[in-house]
């Protein structure tokens, strides 16, 4: 079973990030989370892994490890 | 205290070409006397060009300014010997820290890559910076190099010719006309020089407000970076505390857009921010105070016939990356051996183009950067603020999410990528000292390779035969011959080999690989330092 990866992972994170903000470009607040909220199924779609996705939703929540 | 940036360094000193019938004709003159006009007259002066700096003023800079000089630049200071003592003044910091809201976030540790010379920042005020370059300047005319500086010299007129250049300066006394073969203009973010030839300069404007403070304090803050998002004492705004020499503390508060700069500038309005930030306790003293907003923009293009432009003049970025007065020092690097050149007739006049290819790629890449950062500090939309504070809250918990705070991408040279003067790479080496790097340095026993390839180009050999010289259409190449044993620290073949057992590099006099192959062939490297003076 993989690992949630929690260390530097994104090359050029920092390209990654202005597109992110870019297609947030020029939307209302309400269609900016509606795209947050297709984007979080988009990319938990592509990881798979359900026990991956717990540990991702876990460490959303910003609390210490159980 | 005697403070330097408020004694006249080169007091207006009446000039006899001010009396000649005829208006004086000068090989190069500078307009500025910044760190970009100062450093670009410098490395004319000790390759034996003529150059006179012009100066508005007679002073160096008021109040610290640039604070923050990186590795590149210093490499550069080295050459036109003016390096030392900026680092045995400055002070040298690698760890910075990230507070958001009430809390430190994380910490970061620059580690500079080992065998370097330099180090990757140091901090220094402006004014000392520009003030070691003037004891450069004195000390050159001691020497006899053809160098001058005019204070309160200011440009008031400029003719463009095919052959030359025609200034009208206005002084304490009047006025006079000069003329010079090029014009190097480093006359800052708000050029006259631009102005008057009416070239463009556009770009983004940001909405924002920064008052900069230099204080003086006996305070213990360690020697660090800290940086602050929202915090509780500049509510939805940034603050920077960076040291500086001689315990002056430089802080930056973020105020936003619709505010009085008169009044916020006022000490009755400063002390209260500053003491909400330092502490009620802590005993200051005020410095400098000033207001800034910024704007990234730059010309479309930097050469205007004989006139050229470098430094703020050409281009403007916003203060986070330290990427001002570093990428002007890197400017004039660019430029000097290729106007020394052409002015020698061993170049063909378009071998300046090339300045502008490489330096308008460099102003963009540090464009790019510093409006990326600006938006991280200063989120534009309610969603870019959501995830700016999401990436903060995360990077307090996990590692991942740390290289995504961005409070400024600190100022690395450009590589100049699809340059012109490039020759295909044809070694299967390290991606860092591919055709158009900078040369990164290595140790070499008690000296630093840096030092050896001073500023003429170089045959740069790793344990590969070659001749130790090379004159091809006047411009000669002296070898340079290492072998990975000179570097019992492994830096040399790291940087400089990689996979491959044997290197020949052609680098420029700006310390950029124009070529590489594994071996020496003289046919291609001729073809290689022929097209890296522009001839193909």
Redesign the interface.
């Known amino acids: 079973m993989s690992d949630l990866?929690?260390?530097?992972?994104?090359d050029s994170?920092?390209d990654f990030?202005?597109e992110?903000?870019a297609t947030?470009?020029g939307?209302e607040?309400a269609d900016?989370?509606a795209l947050?909220a297709r984007l979080v199924l988009i990319l938990a779609n592509h990881i798979g892994d359900r026990a991956v996705l717990s540990q991702a939703l876990r460490?959303a929540k910003?609390k210490e490890e159980e | 205290m005697n403070k330097i940036f408020e004694t006249p360094l080169y007091p207006y000193a009446r000039h006899t070409d001010e009396d000649a019938s005829v208006p004086v004709r000068h090989r190069v003159i500078v307009v500025g006397a910044g760190p970009v006009g100062l450093a670009a007259a410098i490395d004319l002066a000790q390759q034996g060009i003529e150059v006179v700096i012009l100066d508005e003023n007679d002073k160096v800079s008021f109040g610290s300014r640039a604070i923050c000089f990186a590795k590149r630049p210093l490499e550069i200071l080295d050459r036109l010997g003016a390096g030392q003592p900026m680092v045995d003044k400055g002070v040298v910091w690698n760890l910075g820290k990230v507070f958001f809201d009430d809390r430190k976030v994380f910490e970061f540790d620059l580690l500079p890559e080992a065998g370097h010379q330099r180090p990757a920042f140091i901090n220094l005020q402006q004014y000392y910076f520009e003030d070691f370059l003037v004891n450069r300047v004195r000390e050159l005319q001691a020497e006899g190099a053809p160098i001058e500086i005019r204070g309160r010299n200011k440009v008031s007129a400029v003719g463009t010719h095919p052959e030359h250049v025609t200034l009208e300066i206005d002084t304490p006394e009047g006025s006079y006309n000069i003329e010079a073969d090029w014009v190097i203009a480093c006359d800052g973010a708000g050029s006259p020089m631009r102005a008057m030839l009416g070239k463009d300069f556009v770009g983004r404007v940001f909405e924002d407000n920064f008052l900069i403070a230099d204080v003086i304090m006996e305070a213990d803050f360690p020697t660090e970076r800290w940086f602050w998002f929202d915090p509780p004492f500049n509510r939805g705004q940034s603050a920077l505390l960076h040291k500086q020499p001689d315990g002056v503390w430089r802080i930056d508060l973020q105020l936003g857009w619709d505010i009085d700069k008169e009044r916020e500038k006022r000490p009755e309005n400063v002390i209260p921010r500053l003491k909400a930030m330092l502490g009620e306790e802590v005993e200051f003293e005020l410095e400098w105070v000033s207001i800034y907003t910024f704007q990234c923009r730059r010309m479309e293009q930097f050469r205007h016939d004989r006139v050229i432009f470098a430094g703020d003049a050409a281009h403007q970025v916003s203060p986070f990356g330290a990427r001002g007065a570093n990428s002007g020092v890197q400017d004039t690097d660019n430029l000097i051996w290729k106007l020394r050149l052409v002015m020698e007739g061993k170049a063909p006049e378009s071998l300046l183009d090339s300045y502008d290819h490489e330096r308008v790629h460099g102003a963009d890449e540090n464009i790019l950067?510093s409006t990326?950062s600006t938006?991280?500090i200063t989120p534009k939309?309610?969603?870019?603020r959501m995830?700016r504070d999401a990436?903060l809250?995360?990077s307090?918990?996990?590692?991942?999410a740390?290289?995504?705070v961005?409070s400024g991408?600190l100022s690395v040279p450009c590589t100049y990528d699809g340059s012109p003067l490039n020759s295909a790479d044809a070694l299967d080496g390290p991606e860092r000292t591919r055709p158009g790097s900078p040369c990164p340095d290595v140790p070499l026993g008690d000296s630093f390779l840096l030092r050896k390839l001073g500023d003429r180009f170089t045959l740069l050999t790793i344990d590969a035969e070659a001749p130790d010289l090379i004159e091809e259409d006047g411009i000669e190449v002296t070898r340079l011959a290492l072998s990975i044993k000179d570097d019992p620290t492994l830096a040399l073949k790291e940087r400089y080999l990689g996979d491959a057992t044997s290197a020949v590099y052609l680098i420029r006099p700006d310390q950029h690989v124009a070529a590489r192959r594994s071996s020496f062939d003289e046919p291609l490297f001729r073809a290689a330092i022929r097209r890296a003076t522009g001839k193909e």
């Open positions: 990866i929690l260390t530097p992972n994104i994170a920092d990030y202005a992110l903000l947030h470009e939307l607040t900016s989370n947050n460490a910003l | 950067n990326r938006d991280f939309s309610e969603m870019s995830l990436v809250d995360l307090e918990h996990y590692e991942f740390r290289p995504l961005n991408r």
